[in-house]
């Protein structure tokens, strides 16, 4: 609570400093409590500042079959939990064009997590500037905020390729078109340059070690959640000084969107949809980013038998950085149609990492060696379609979503042996679907859904039971979830 008084207590600074020195004329203020938060604002629009908070509080049952001599890995569990408590604070200051938002994520014990954060002039429609924090555009699903989707998270595939938070600045606009049959034909574009920040050092995104009776998970977050990856991760308070995944390199991004019927609003469903037969809307995006980062290889590029350990601290340069660079190029391709209720989303992923040698890792003939990843191509897609069988009220919602990550060979830590199906992730299939019940729009609803999760992991045991010297055959993990959440936003 302190946090949050600091907060808005930095924020209405600026107008009492204004106003106690005479630069602005003296106005009244205004204090509304609606049904979505508390606005305070100054009459003559000079100053505006919204404060919500929205909480989800969600009841888990999850159970979890793996393959192998053990089957079930005891991993099932059920209970309780807040997956979200946020405050999002916005407005603007010295008028509508000079904007803000903040956004903070409460988290136990005591700490507050900051996502977005930044500031934006705004002088025209088709000309923004936004400097500080924000999502990375990327994929629709991730910039759609989380309070805003059909069902409760967001799909494996956009777990696996969304890039999260960056600190950078970014150029956005938007621009009318035509005049449609219900609205203006619009585009909107956005490009910035951010810090590059590998989200993890190795760009694993969920592996599985080989032991006696096959595979074993050992962080299953990281697994069924895809943490990590190659991808940009930023959202933590960075020192201003070299770091090994903060690189010297910088991450570039762009998005454009094209709305020929008129706006499809950063929604996944459509709530508040207009009902009239001829009023149909759509629209199709386009995104991607580039950044180099530096990794440490293990069983990737570089493998530790090339200097004769298995510590991942003497595979760096005297100044910490690693020999490895990873040319790292995503894209998306997405769409949304809207139409009397019902919604369809879709997006395509596409990701490619280059490997090349560095400083004195150039002597060695990697090039040659048939066990060390040289590139890879990941790939993914995610269908959902919903629709309110009650108009605003009752929705009903089904999804697919696939990861199909680039399996190469690789060489085993400690003993050598090649491997075959080696990857950087475990190719996922998601099945599911769920019925939420808005009972004041987004505000206020309850969703239940069910999933059903098909993972392969890397590297399994072979047909043959041998552990080297043979094709393997993969692991299946699998996992379902039935999740009733309850949302409320004040």
């Known amino acids: 609570m302190r946090v949050l008084l600091l907060a808005a207590a930095l924020l209405l600074a600026p107008a009492l400093l204004a106003a106690e020195e005479g630069l602005v004329a003296p106005t009244t203020t205004d204090t509304t409590l609606g049904e979505k938060g508390l606005t305070l604002g100054t009459s003559d629009d000079w100053f505006k500042l919204n404060l919500t908070t929205a909480t989800q509080f969600r009841l888990t049952y999850h159970d979890t079959r793996a393959e192998g001599a053990r089957g079930d890995n005891g991993r099932d569990f059920i209970n309780f939990s807040f997956p979200g408590i946020r405050t999002f604070i916005h407005g603007h200051f010295f008028g509508p064009e000079f904007q803000y938002r903040l956004w903070l994520v409460w988290s136990w014990p005591g700490t507050v997590r900051v996502e977005d954060c930044f500031f934006r002039w705004a002088p025209e429609e088709y000309f923004n500037i936004t400097a500080g924090q924000m999502r990375v555009p990327a994929t629709w699903e991730y910039l759609v905020d989380h309070e805003h989707t059909g069902l409760p998270d967001r799909a494996i595939a956009d777990e696996a390729f969304t890039q999260g938070w960056g600190k950078g600045i970014s ?3 938007r621009l009318n078109l035509y005049k449609a049959a219900f609205d203006d034909a619009l585009l909107t574009w956005e490009v910035g340059i951010f810090n590059g920040v590998l989200a993890s050092p190795d760009g694993a995104q969920g592996r599985g070690t080989i032991g006696a009776d096959g595979v074993h998970v050992s962080d299953q977050k990281k697994t069924e959640h895809f943490d990590g990856g190659f991808r940009n991760t930023d959202w933590k308070i960075n020192a201003e000084s070299f770091g090994q995944l903060v690189d010297g390199q910088m991450m570039v991004a762009a998005r454009v969107e094209f709305h020929p019927m008129g706006e499809v609003f950063r929604h996944m469903v459509d709530l508040g949809t207009t009902e009239d037969s001829a009023a149909w809307f759509f629209m199709v995006g386009l995104a991607a980013n580039w950044m180099s980062a530096r990794i440490d290889g293990y069983t990737s590029f570089l493998d530790a038998i090339y200097y004769n350990s298995n510590a991942a601290a003497s595979l760096a340069s005297a ?23 019902l919604s369809v989303n879709w997006a395509l992923h596409y990701r490619t990492v280059n490997f090349s040698a560095r400083g004195r890792l150039k002597q060695f003939n990697l090039a040659q060696d048939t066990s060390l990843a040289k590139s890879v191509t990941d790939r993914g897609a995610t269908i959902d379609v919903g629709y309110f069988i009650l108009h605003d009220k009752l929705l009903i919602a089904a999804r697919f979503s696939v990861v199909d990550f680039d399996e190469f060979k690789s060489t085993e830590v400690g003993t050598g042996n090649r491997i075959d199906g080696d990857s950087f992730g475990a190719d996922s299939y998601e099945y599911g679907g769920g019925v939420t019940w808005f009972l004041h729009g987004d505000n206020l609803k309850l969703q239940l859904d069910y999933r059903y999760v098909a993972q392969q992991l890397p590297h399994g045991r072979s047909k043959s039971g041998a552990l080297a010297g043979t094709v393997r055959v993969s692991d299946w993990r699998n996992f379902q979830e039935i999740r009733l959440q309850l949302q409320w936003i004040f």
Do not use: E, L, M, P
């Open 171 to 173: 150029i956005s606009g």
């Open 319 to 341: 100044s910490g950085r690693k020999f490895v660079d990873a040319q790292i190029f995503h894209a998306t391709a997405d769409g949304h149609f809207r139409w009397i209720g």
